[in-house]
C-alpha cells in the first residue's frame, strides 16, 4: 500500500513537473510569438473573430475543465495554512474593516455601501504589473487599456481618457488632478508588495470626499513600514514587461520608529498599432520612495512618506501641425515626466471614545507631452471622530487645496490660456451614524460643503441605512447628491480638432475654446444592496443603482472668429462646453466567492448596465450622447480561480469579457490571464504569468478626444522572481 502511494505520488509530481517545463517554454517562446503573429490590419482582425467557430471556443472550454478535473483528482498533499478570504469565519467576513466609506472603520455588516476590497492576496494572485490591471476584477469598474502607457478607467459608466467622475487616493492624499478632472495613471505606482488593500467604493463618495467622487472612489492603502521589514528583491522579464524590479529594505531605528525605503524599476516595451507595426508607446520609468512610522507617545503616531520618479515614455498621438494643413496627422513624439511628493499623518487619540487625524502632502509634478504641464498642489485633511452618545458615532473636518499649475508651450493642438493659474478649495463636512437598533440597524447622515474655485459652493448630502438581518445578512439602501466640478481642460483650454480650405483659399479651422461659465455636472443616485454568506464557503455581494444626471457638458457652437496670429489669416469655427445634457444609468453588479474545495477557490462577477441620455432643444451637439451611451460595454463578466495544486505550486487564472462599445466602435473581447507560481523556501517564489492569452492582439478603447492613439493590447508572458529576506 506504502508503495502504490509513493509510485502516485512520483506520477503525479511528473506530471505537475511537466505542466512547469511546458509553460516554461511557452513563456519563453512568447516574444517569438509576438513576432511571428504580428496582427493583421483592424478590418481584418474584426472578420477573423467574427468567424471563430463555435466549435474552437467549446475546445477552449473543455480543455480548460478537463485541466482543472485532473488537478482536483489529485491527492492531497501536506501544506502550509492559506489565507484566502472564505477560509475565514462567517464573522471574521462580515466585519471586515473599510475606512472609505465614512472616514472611520466600520465593518462591511455596517456599511451601506457598494465597497469591494481587493486584499494584498488578491494582488499578489492577480499576476498584474499596474493597478489598472488589478482594478479589473471589480464589478462595475470599467478598466480599458488606450495604449501601452493610457488608460481609460471609469465606475459605472462614461468611461473616457479624462474620466472625471472618479476619485482616486493613495493613503488618503487624492491623486486628482485639477488640470483634466482625472489621474495619471502611468505614474501611479509603487511596490505592489507594500499594498495592504484597495477599497473600491462604486457610487458617490461626496458627502466626505467631497467634489468629483462622483461615480465611485478608489483608495490605496499601503502597509505599514512595522509590516515590512527585511529586505526585498523582486526581478522579472517578458516580452512586454521587459526588464523590471525592486530592491527594499525595512527595520527600526530605536524602538519607537519603523521605517522602510525601496526603488523600483520598469520598462515596458510598445505595443502594435492596427497595422502590426510598433506603436512608439513603449516606456520606462524609475522610482524610489520611503515610508516612517513613528510612536511618538502613547496617544500619538506621526506617519511620514514620499517618493520620487523619473520617466521616459513613447506617445503616440495626433496634433495640428500648422493653420494651413487640412487634417490631424499622426505623431509618435517621447515625453520626459518626473514628479514626487510628501506626506505627513498626525494620529492623535483624545480619549477610548475621540480620536484625530490631521493629514498634510505637498506633490509637484513636470509632464513634457501635448500640454507640457506642471503642477503643485497643498493638500491640508483635518477629521476628528467621536462617539457623541450611547448610539452615534460622529465625523466631522475640514480640507483645504491649493493647486498652481503652468504650461509654457503653445501650439495649435493643445494649449492653456491663460498659461498659469492657481485655484484654491475650502471645504468641511459632517457625518452621523445611528444605531436605530443596537448591532441591527444603523442610519448614516451627512453632507460636505465645498467652495472651489470655477463654481462657487457645492453641497452633497448623502442618507444610508444598513439593516443587520442577521449576523449572515445584511440589507442596505443611500440616496446622495454628488457633483463633478469643472476642470481647467473645460475652463482655460484651447485646441484644434480638424481643418478644412474655406472659400477663397482661406484656411478654416475647428477649434475647442474653454467656457469660463461652466457649471457643474450633478448626480443624483439611488441605491441599494445585500451582503450575505449563506454558507461558510460562499459569499454573495449584490448591487443594484439609479443614477439621475444633470448638467452634463456638451459641445456647442460659438460665433467665427477672424485671426492673424499664427498666419496666414484664418477663419476659426469655436465650439465650447455648455452644460445641456442630461439622463440617467441603472444597473446591477454581482460579485461571488466560492471556495469549491479546501484547495480550489472561485470568484465571478458580473455587470449590466444601461445608459440614456438626451440633450436639451436648444442643444446643437450631434456627438454627446453617441459618446456616453456607447462608450460602457452593457454587460462585463469575471471569473477568478485559485488553486492550490501542491508542494507550494499555485494556479491562478481570471477571465475577463467585456461587452461591445458602440461609440467608439469596439467589438466585444475575453481576455484570459494565468499564471504559475512556485513557492520554495520560505519566502522566495517564482512566477510565471500570460496575460490576454486567447489573441495575438485586440484593441480596448479608442480615445474620443483624439489626445491618444490607440495600439493593441497584444498576448504577453513573463517570469518574475521574489525573494524576502
Excluded at 455596517?110 to 471589480?138: H, K, Y
Excluded at 448591532?439 to 448614516?444: G, M, S, V
Amino acid at each position: 500500500m506504502v508503495d502504490r502511494q509513493q509510485a502516485t505520488k512520483q506520477t503525479h509530481s511528473s506530471v505537475l513537473e511537466g505542466v512547469t517545463i511546458r509553460f516554461g517554454e511557452l513563456a519563453a517562446e512568447a516574444p517569438r510569438f509576438a513576432t511571428e503573429a504580428a496582427p493583421p490590419a483592424r478590418k481584418e482582425m474584426r472578420k477573423r473573430n467574427d468567424r471563430l467557430p463555435a466549435s474552437r471556443c467549446v475546445s477552449y472550454a473543455t480543455g480548460l475543465l478537463a485541466a482543472i478535473t485532473i488537478c482536483l483528482a489529485l491527492p492531497a498533499w501536506p501544506q502550509e495554512n492559506t489565507s484566502d478570504l472564505t477560509d475565514r469565519s462567517l464573522e471574521d467576513l462580515m466585519n471586515i474593516k473599510v475606512i472609505s466609506v465614512s472616514k472611520r472603520e466600520q465593518t462591511l455588516s455596517r456599511t451601506a455601501s457598494a465597497v469591494f476590497v481587493i486584499s494584498a492576496e488578491d494582488i499578489q494572485r492577480s499576476g498584474a504589473s499596474n493597478i489598472p490591471d488589478i482594478l479589473r476584477m471589480v464589478p462595475g469598474m470599467d478598466v480599458s487599456q488606450i495604449n501601452g502607457n493610457t488608460w481609460a478607467i471609469s465606475a459605472r459608466g462614461l468611461n473616457a481618457r479624462f474620466s472625471n467622475d472618479l476619485l482616486v487616493l493613495l493613503d488618503g492624499r487624492p491623486v486628482y488632478t485639477e488640470t483634466f478632472g482625472g489621474v495619471y495613471w502611468d505614474v501611479l505606482d509603487l511596490p505592489l508588495e507594500d499594498i495592504a488593500r484597495i477599497e473600491v467604493i462604486r457610487g458617490p463618495g461626496g458627502s466626505v470626499w467631497g467634489a468629483n467622487a462622483v461615480n465611485g472612489v478608489i483608495n490605496i492603502i499601503s502597509k505599514s513600514a512595522s509590516d515590512t521589514h527585511g529586505g526585498l528583491l523582486v526581478a522579472g522579464d517578458g516580452n512586454i514587461d521587459q526588464g523590471f524590479g525592486t530592491v527594499q529594505y525595512g527595520g527600526k531605528a530605536g524602538s519607537s520608529i519603523d521605517y522602510r525605503v525601496y526603488t523600483k524599476y520598469l520598462n515596458q516595451g510598445p505595443l502594435p498599432d492596427a497595422t502590426g507595426r510598433a506603436g512608439g508607446d513603449g516606456w520606462h520609468m524609475l522610482r524610489a520612495g520611503f515610508r516612517t512610522d513613528s510612536l511618538l507617545s502613547s496617544k500619538d503616531k506621526l506617519t511620514v512618506q514620499g517618493d520620487i520618479y523619473n520617466a521616459r515614455e513613447g506617445i503616440p498621438t495626433v496634433s495640428f501641425p500648422s493653420v494651413t494643413a487640412h487634417s490631424l496627422q499622426n505623431v509618435e513624439q517621447v515625453g520626459d515626466m518626473s514628479g514626487g511628493f510628501v506626506q505627513g499623518v498626525w494620529d492623535h487619540t483624545w480619549s477610548p471614545y475621540s480620536d484625530s487625524t490631521l493629514l498634510i502632502s505637498y506633490d509637484g509634478y513636470e509632464r513634457n507631452d501635448i500640454l507640457r504641464e506642471g503642477r503643485r498642489t497643498l493638500d491640508v485633511d483635518f477629521q476628528h471622530r467621536f462617539s457623541g452618545w450611547t448610539r452615534e458615532n460622529i465625523v466631522w473636518g475640514v480640507t483645504y487645496q491649493h493647486s498652481a499649475s503652468n504650461s509654457s508651450d503653445e501650439n495649435l493642438t493643445a494649449s492653456f490660456v491663460p498659461a498659469n493659474s492657481k485655484t484654491e478649495l475650502f471645504g468641511a463636512f459632517v457625518q452621523d451614524e445611528i444605531a436605530l437598533v443596537p448591532n441591527q440597524l444603523f442610519l448614516t447622515v451627512g453632507a460636505k460643503l465645498e467652495h472651489n474655485y470655477f463654481t462657487g459652493f457645492d453641497l452633497m448630502p448623502n442618507a444610508r441605512i444598513a439593516w443587520t438581518l442577521t449576523p449572515h445578512h445584511t440589507i442596505w439602501g443611500a440616496v446622495s447628491k454628488a457633483d463633478r466640478t469643472p476642470d481647467e481642460l473645460d475652463t482655460f483650454a484651447r485646441s484644434t480638432t480638424s481643418g478644412f480650405q474655406g472659400p477663397g483659399g482661406i484656411p478654416v479651422l475647428m477649434t475647442f475654446i474653454g467656457n469660463p461659465r461652466v457649471e457643474d455636472e450633478r448626480l443624483a443616485a439611488y441605491e441599494m444592496g445585500y451582503r450575505s454568506q449563506p454558507m461558510k464557503n460562499l459569499s454573495i455581494d449584490l448591487a443594484l443603482y439609479y443614477n439621475n444626471y444633470s448638467n452634463q457638458e456638451t459641445l456647442e457652437p460659438l460665433t467665427p472668429i477672424i485671426e492673424e496670429t499664427p498666419s496666414p489669416l484664418h477663419l476659426i469655427l469655436p465650439i465650447t462646453y455648455k452644460n445641456l445634457l442630461y439622463g440617467e444609468t441603472r444597473g446591477i453588479e454581482v460579485a461571488l466567492s466560492w471556495q469549491a474545495n479546501h484547495r480550489w477557490t472561485l470568484s465571478p462577477g458580473y455587470e449590466h448596465e444601461e445608459i440614456h441620455m438626451r440633450v436639451a432643444p436648444t442643444s446643437q451637439d450631434t456627438t454627446s450622447v453617441g459618446q456616453a451611451e456607447g462608450s460602457t460595454p452593457n454587460d462585463s463578466a469575471q471569473l477568478r480561480s485559485h488553486l492550490i495544486l501542491g508542494h507550494g505550486v499555485d494556479w491562478n487564472t481570471s477571465v475577463y469579457f467585456v461587452g461591445r462599445l458602440a461609440d467608439p466602435m469596439e467589438p466585444s473581447y475575453t481576455r484570459v490571464d494565468s499564471g504559475f507560481s512556485l513557492h520554495f523556501r520560505e519566502h522566495a517564489s517564482l512566477s510565471l504569468v500570460g496575460q490576454n492569452l486567447l489573441r495575438d492582439a485586440h484593441p480596448e478603447f479608442v480615445d474620443d478626444s483624439r489626445t491618444a492613439r490607440t495600439t493593441w493590447v497584444k498576448r504577453s508572458a513573463y517570469v518574475r522572481l521574489s525573494w524576502q529576506f
